[in-house]
């Protein structure tokens, strides 16, 4: 996976960011009988919306990374970026590897490091957050791991439903529980359900 960017949430950071003007791209698709809303800069990929996001970006986080951001639907940059084919085949049900979409993930060190982890569990398996946690280095930090791994920016492509809590049930998701077992679904991962399901066993 190429372009992932450390844009940390600094005052400077943000100093830079609001002296800038950023144009970022959206799209709208359906997949797997719902409602995406794909977004980009001019380096990458940085945000897939849910649903339930109605097609909006957090306004914490726009204002965090990109106050002065220009809107723009251009359905051309995602289509040469080869996103919009991988991910319909996806929910296709094939394998297949997201490794040669550019990615500009805006976030902290920490969650970079968080979200690289995740790139390496592979399609149709497995991780709890502790294995992530010893993975990246970081192996009494599985909370704050937690907590990175469900602020990933690109749902699906980088896999956070693939990681489950200690006690083998789903735990949770920003895009619901039921989105999460569909995705382990589509890759053949059927054994895991929301019996005993906590929140927060990490």
């Not at 992932?4 to 359906?30: C, D, E, F, M, W």
Request: with cysteine.
């Amino acid at each position: 996976m190429s372009g992932i960017t450390n844009k940390p949430g600094t005052a400077g950071s943000r100093r830079n960011a609001a002296a800038q003007l950023v144009i970022l791209y959206h799209h709208n698709v359906t997949l797997g009988g719902r409602a995406w809303t794909l977004w980009a800069s001019a380096k990458g990929l940085i945000r897939v919306s849910y649903e339930q996001d109605q097609g909006q970006l957090p306004a914490g986080w726009l204002n965090l990374h990109a106050p002065s951001a220009r809107l723009e639907e251009n359905a051309e940059v995602f289509a040469e970026m080869g996103v919009i084919g991988l991910l319909e085949r996806y929910f296709a049900g094939e394998a297949v590897s997201f490794s040669g979409l550019p990615l500009d993930l805006w976030g902290t060190a920490f969650q970079q490091e968080v979200w690289k982890g995740l790139l390496q569990v592979p399609h149709g398996q497995l991780a709890t957050y502790k294995e992530l946690a010893v993975q990246i280095g970081r192996p009494l930090a599985v909370r704050a791991v937690g907590a990175a791994n469900g602020q990933n920016p690109v749902p699906v492509i980088v896999p956070c439903h693939r990681v489950i809590g200690a006690n083998g049930t789903l735990t949770g998701y920003r895009g619901g529980l039921k989105l999460k077992q569909e995705l382990l679904a589509l890759e053949g991962i059927t054994h895991v359900g929301a019996k005993g399901h906590e929140r927060f066993a990490f």
